[in-house]
């Protein structure tokens, strides 16, 4: 019972923004400022998948990581696709762990 009311909320606090919003019309500078939030998250995301953290010490680079990211980069500047990137990246980290880089 715990369980289903838990999943409940979860899924009625991610739901009902978007019901709301949907009848309201934002203004032009929310709408603007809120196009941001995907790339800043994305970003993050990026940021922190090549960096190890070492208590004590600078965070260090995730050379696998690294070494995946270039590919993906290249084809995100070319195709602009979401897509495109995700399965670059995919396949440049399968490569890499395949020749032992990782």
Do not use: D, Y
Not at 16 to 25: D, E, R, S, T
Not at 69 to 79: K, N
Not at 85 to 92: E, F, L, S, Y
């Amino acid at each position: 019972m715990t369980i289903i009311l838990c999943g409940l909320v979860t899924w009625l606090i991610r739901v009902i923004p978007f019901a709301l919003v949907k009848n309201f019309k934002l203004p032009g500078w929310l709408t603007h400022f809120l196009s941001f939030v995907p790339v800043a998250i994305l970003s993050a995301i990026f940021v922190e998948s090549l960096l190890v953290q070492k208590t004590g010490h600078f965070p260090g680079l995730n050379f696998p990581n690294f070494l995946a990211s270039i590919p993906a980069i290249i084809t995100a500047v070319i195709s602009k696709s979401l897509l495109a990137v995700v399965v670059v990246g995919v396949i440049a980290m399968a490569a890499i762990r395949f020749l032992g880089w990782a």
